[in-house]
């Protein structure tokens, strides 16, 4: 398969198109093979070294959505030719942490990209739990984009305890965390309002629920 691969950390130009064998799904694993693949300032750290991946070769990308095309031993929650968004978030599912709703304290917490091989190629391998069912709605883009941005939009409002009822101001709109927090806290219920130097962003935050946006140059 092709993948783009890091063999250093000199910057987002060491990224090189190259060809790998394919990986195979080990027990509770499945592989995907993507349909797209959504990029990520992640992408651009990791390169750089912020932080340096574990070792060389490395295959970037934490986004991305696609078919599933092999599945590993002992799954039983999706079959091969199932459409699927990946979850970059790795854990062991089963510890104290896990089990809290806590992953990132998982002592083998992993970021699909970061700690482990990612999605900038043609298939990746993931844990069968580490995969969802797209939604028909979403078309490829949008559903290979949802995952590092939901994540961490999420992982945020929770630590910040918002509850229905609650006023969320979410500070530069128009990313994709804040987008996503954005759509998030108005799905938990509470009135968001937006900051932006740019009107449009304002106006677009609206559009999708916002209860109204300021000037942040003002």
């Known amino acids: 398969m092709r993948a783009w691969l890091l063999n250093d950390t000199n910057g987002p130009g060491s990224y090189r198109l190259e060809s790998i064998v394919t990986p195979e799904p080990g027990p509770g694993e499945v592989r995907v093979q993507l349909r797209a693949s959504a990029l990520n300032h992640l992408d651009l750290w990791v390169s750089r070294g912020m932080p340096a991946p574990h070792h060389f070769p490395h295959i970037a990308g934490g986004d991305g959505a696609g078919v599933i095309s092999a ?7 999706v079959d091969i030719g199932d459409e699927v968004v990946l979850n970059p978030s790795v854990a062991c599912g089963s510890c104290h942490a896990c089990l809290s709703g806590e992953s990132p304290y998982c002592s083998s917490y992993g970021i699909l990209g970061e700690h482990l091989p990612g999605t900038l190629a043609d298939e990746v391998v993931a844990p069968a739990r580490n995969v969802i069912v797209k939604p028909a709605g979403l078309s490829w883009e949008e559903a290979a984009a949802y995952g590092l941005v939901t994540g961490t ?5 929770r630590r910040a305890r918002l509850s229905a009822g609650d006023v969320l ?6 990313g994709g965390v804040a987008s996503m927090g954005l759509q998030l806290g108005l799905a938990m219920g509470a009135t968001v309002y937006v900051t932006s130097r740019d009107q449009a962003k304002i106006d677009q935050a609206v559009a999708l629920g916002a209860a109204g946006g300021f000037d942040s140059s003002g």
């Open 153 to 157: 939009a999420y992982r945020m409002l």
């Open 71 to 77: 599945i590993g031993p002992g799954v039983t929650t």
């Open 169 to 174: 101001l979410i500070v530069g709109i128009g």
